[in-house]
C-alpha cells in the first residue's frame, strides 16, 4: 500500500512537471483536458485572440435571441412581406421571385456560382444568403446599398434578376383582390405603393435569422456542447488561424470590406469590388467580409462562388491565399490591387485544418423549415 502510494505522487510529480513546462504557443496546444478547462468558462476568462494591433474587433457572443420565423409570421406586415418575396408576379416575366434566388432550403441561397436570372441570364456574382441580414450596414458584396428598403428595388429591375419596371408593381398587385384586402389590414388602406411592397418584403427579411448553434449552447455554459475537435477549432480561429481579425463578434464579421486575393485583377473573372461603389483605389478587390454563421449551408462561398469546397478554403487560408505580383506593365498601375495586410501564411497542419472545419460546423445551426406560402388571388 506505502509503495503503492509512493508511485502514485512520483507520478503526480512527474506530470506536474511536465504540464509546468508544458508552455504552449498560442494554437499549438493539444487537444487535452487543458484546452477544454480554458474554454469551459465565461468568455472574459478565455485566452485572448491574436489579433494585430490597430484592428477594430469584438468578442464572439451567443445571439441574442434563438430566431422563430414562423412565430414571426403572425405579424400581418411581416406575412405579407413573406407573400411577396415568394410571388414571380413580381418579375417581368411573371416567372421568378426573390425566393427563386433566395431559397430557404438552401440557406436562402440558390447554390450556385453565380446567379441566375430571368430568361436564365447569368448574374456575375455569388447570391448571398438573407440569414442575419437585419444585422448587416452594407448589403451586397461591394456594400453599394445602405437599407434593405432602398435594396429591393436592385433585383427586381436588374435585367438578369427580374427584369421589371418598379413602378408597374402597384398597378398589377393593385388587380389582385387578396392583396388589395392584406394591404388594407397592414397599411390603414388599400393603395398599394411600391414603398408599401419594399416596407413589406424589408420587414420579413429582418426576421430571416440564424437559429442557435451548438456553439450559443456552448458560450451560453453548456460545456459538453464542444467535442475535443471543435474547441481545438475554436481556439485556432481565435489564435494561430487568425480569423479572428475579421470574423468576429457575433456574427463572426467584423462588417468591414477586405482584398483577400481574389479579384481577378486584369483577367476575365476580374471584379473591383468596393472600388466601384467608392473610386479608391485603396477599395480595389475589397467585399464585405460575411457572416460564418451557418456557413457549412452557404456553399458555394465567396463572392464569386469560387469554392465548393471547404477544404479548399482552408488550404488557401493557410497558405497566405493569393498574393498578386505586379506585371513590368503595371509598374505604375495605381489601381493594383494588394492583399490585406491581416491575411498571413498560416503552415496549418492537416490536422488543424480539420478542427477549423469542426468548429465551423459548430457555428452552423439547425434552421427553421420555411413553407412555401399560398399566393393571393
Ligand atoms: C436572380 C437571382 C436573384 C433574385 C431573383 C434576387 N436576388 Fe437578392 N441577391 C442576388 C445576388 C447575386 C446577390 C449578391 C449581389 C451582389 O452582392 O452584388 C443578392 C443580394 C441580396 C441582398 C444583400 C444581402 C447582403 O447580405 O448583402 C438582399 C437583401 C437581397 N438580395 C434581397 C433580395 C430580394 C428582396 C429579392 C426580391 C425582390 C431578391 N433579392 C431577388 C440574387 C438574386
Ligand atoms: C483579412 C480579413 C479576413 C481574415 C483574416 C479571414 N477572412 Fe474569411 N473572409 C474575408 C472576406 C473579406 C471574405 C469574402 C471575400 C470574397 O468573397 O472575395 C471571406 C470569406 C470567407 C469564407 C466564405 C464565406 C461565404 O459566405 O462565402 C469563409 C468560409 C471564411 N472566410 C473563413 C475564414 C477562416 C476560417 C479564416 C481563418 C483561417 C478567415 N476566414 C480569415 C475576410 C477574412
Redesign the pocket.
Known sequence: MKKFIVVAVLVALVAGIASFTHNPTPGTIDVNDSLRALYSRPVAEWPKPTIEAGVQWKEMSALPVDSNIVANLKDPKINLGKLLFFDPRLSGSNQISCSSCHDPDLAWTDGRTVSLGSDRRQGTR?T??LLNVAQVKDLF?DGRSTSLEDQAINPIATIHEMNQEPPTIPEELEAIPGYVDLFEKVYGSKRISLDRVLDALAAFERSIASRSSRFDEFINGKYTKLNDEEIQGLH??RTK???????NGTY???N????????YYGRKYE?L?RYKVTKEAADV????????RD?MK??????????YN?EG??NM??AGMPQPKRKPEQANDPLFPAT?????K?D?TPEEKKS??A??DAITGVPDKMDRPELPK
Open positions: 455569388n448571398s444568403t458584396w485556432l480561429f488561424a487568425r480569423c479572428m481579425n475579421c470574423h463572426f464579421t467584423d468591414q470590406f477586405h482584398n483577400i486575393g481574389l479579384t471584379d469590388g478587390g475589397k467585399f464585405r467580409t460575411p457572416s460564418l456557413v452557404t456553399r458555394p462561398w465567396m463572392h464569386n462562388g469560387l469554392f471547404i478554403i482552408m487560408y493557410s490585406d495586410l491581416l491575411i498571413k498560416l496549418l477549423l472545419i468548429f465551423l
